[in-house]
């Protein structure tokens, strides 16, 4: 079954720095997603990425959080300056269209400190 | 989004059928409803949706009542792997987010 798959499974970094986490969709889904969880709370939306531009964004994603999908492969996450509230599960989802479900990976722990 | 609201926790005997209820009733005509679970801190699996119909796959059934405000997901033989957090979400195609709540947790009982 086809997977979305993302790297790495876990990342520490130091405050202030900046982090790119990788997602590589589904091949034949048109929509992309980030999502964040952090440790017991909620799954919160971040972005979604359609037709090469971002369609929406949430509150959290401000101007410290990026999206591109440079190559038609791969869909990043980039965090210019890390802050410690921004440690949390990172996940990234595809769909093929919107009447159908998404397909989530099985995300990266980002931890800041 | 439609708020939907669900019991925060249920038990279920393994091999037992477990019905996960799910309240919409502020839900519009365009949105669907949708089950996703997550075990443990995996990333949220998609099970099944709906608009109007039950509808059924190799995971589950879900029963959506006629008015449309309220919904059961039907596991049919629950075993230990299906302990997880269950959630509702009642969305518009036309929308790009899903809204999750603090969903169900489910704990299938040996």
């Known amino acids: 079954e086809p997977e979305v798959t993302q790297t790495p499974s876990h990342q520490v970094t130091q405050m202030g720095q900046e982090v790119i986490l990788r997602c590589v969709p589904i091949?034949?889904?048109?929509?992309f997603y980030w999502y964040r969880q952090i440790l017991g709370q909620k799954v919160e939306f971040l972005v979604s990425f359609y037709n090469n531009e971002i369609s929406e964004k949430s509150e959290i994603f401000d101007d410290q959080f990026s999206v591109e999908r440079p190559d038609g492969s791969n869909f990043t996450l980039k965090i210019r300056s890390t802050k410690l509230e921004d440690s949390a599960m990172y996940f990234c989802a595809s769909t093929q269209g919107l009447q159908y479900g998404y397909t989530f990976g099985s995300g990266t722990r980002l931890t800041v400190v | 989004d439609a708020k939907t609201t669900q019991p925060p926790s249920m038990d279920c005997a393994e091999g037992r059928a477990a019905n996960l209820p799910c309240n919409h009733s502020t839900i519009s005509g365009n949105e669907y409803v949708y089950w996703y679970r997550q075990i443990h801190s995996q990333g949220p699996q998609y099970i099944i949706h709906g608009l109007k119909n039950n509808e059924t796959n190799e995971m589950a059934s879900l029963i959506i009542t006629e008015d449309r405000k309220s919904s059961t997901l039907i596991l049919p033989h629950a075993t230990l792997r299906d302990t997880a957090v269950y959630y509702c979400?009642?969305?518009?195609?036309?929308?790009?987010?899903?809204?999750f709540g603090s969903g169900t947790r489910l704990q299938v009982q040996p």
């Open positions: 091949s034949n889904h048109l929509y």
């Open positions: 979400i009642a969305g518009d195609t036309g929308r790009r987010a899903l809204t």
